[in-house]
């Protein structure tokens, strides 16, 4: 078994709250959890309030959460999923990575980084963006499922997730890669590894039947075995639901708390639930909206600040 000190979550969250998010259909043609809602022009106010119902649940239960206003310009209809586009690490070390859609290329915004330099420290900006130019691809902890305490990225390989520039990553931040290629029902390319499964403290929530290649399948779970994690299995319909689609966080408190959709909660069945809450307290809310239109979840819409706090003279 590999253990070490525990930092998988951290209690500093970073989300950008949303002027004209949409239906992207740059991102279309390769994921397949997205779908248009008929009425567009009221997607975004239906997504605003969704999105501020998260932030005050995170909030209610006692996570500190910074929220950056997004802006009319670019036109940025994913803006709300940043986590893949930048990762915050306790080093100080802040990534930002290549998307395949190009005008994902334009959420990268380094006021962004500035302004949480009032509040933490940042060290290096390590961009890894110049994959763009090779059609080479990392999007950020949509790609990879980070076990921050053992230093293992999780990855499914897909047209949004290229080998090479995850050997990058690894090399910069001393990770070893856990590679494999998922599908679905319908043997479509699972386009992020975090729709798939998420990684806990203590525990992975993961579809296993998305993992076609036996040996692959094998490594991933002797993977995630041999470093004390209790897998909790999904199915092809809870994982459409984004039941893989989870973020383990702590509260200034110190508890454990394990966000999600309201969607992903009820596709639960109540013996997952239970062993879930054994790990800590289940909380969601409802983004259908964000999550139809944006084919993405909870998960998504937030991005860890793991950066140590800042020293003020």
Known sequence: MIYCCKMQSTSNLLMIRPVSFGYNEQTASSNTFQSQSADQQLVQVKALAEFDGLVKVLRDNGVSVTVIEDTLEPHTPDS????????FHDNGDVFTYPMQAENRRLERREDIITELED????????????FEHQGQFL???????????????????????????????????EYKSVTFHAFD?????????????????????????SITDDTEKEEFIHSLKNTGKQIINISFDQMTHFAGNMLEVKNH?????????????????FQQKAVLSSFGKLIYADISTIETNGGGSARCMIAEVHLPPAVHQ
């Open 80 to 87: 709300i999923f940043p986590n893949n586009w930048v990762s």
């Open 253 to 269: 408190a110190g508890e454990t708390l394990i966000v999600m959709s309201k969607s992903a909660f009820n596709a639960l069945n």
């Open 119 to 130: 509040n933490f420290e940042v060290k290096h900006v390590i961009d890894l963006s110049r």
């Open 139 to 173: 999007e950020g902890t949509g790609s990879m499922a980070l076990d921050r305490d053992n230093k293992i990225a999780y990855a499914c390989l897909s047209p949004r997730t290229s080998q090479e520039v995850l050997d990058t990553f690894c090399k910069q931040t």
């Open 185 to 209: 029902q319908n043997d479509f390319a699972i386009y992020h590894t975090n729709v798939m499964m998420c990684v806990g403290s203590n525990f992975s929530v993961a579809c296993l039947d």
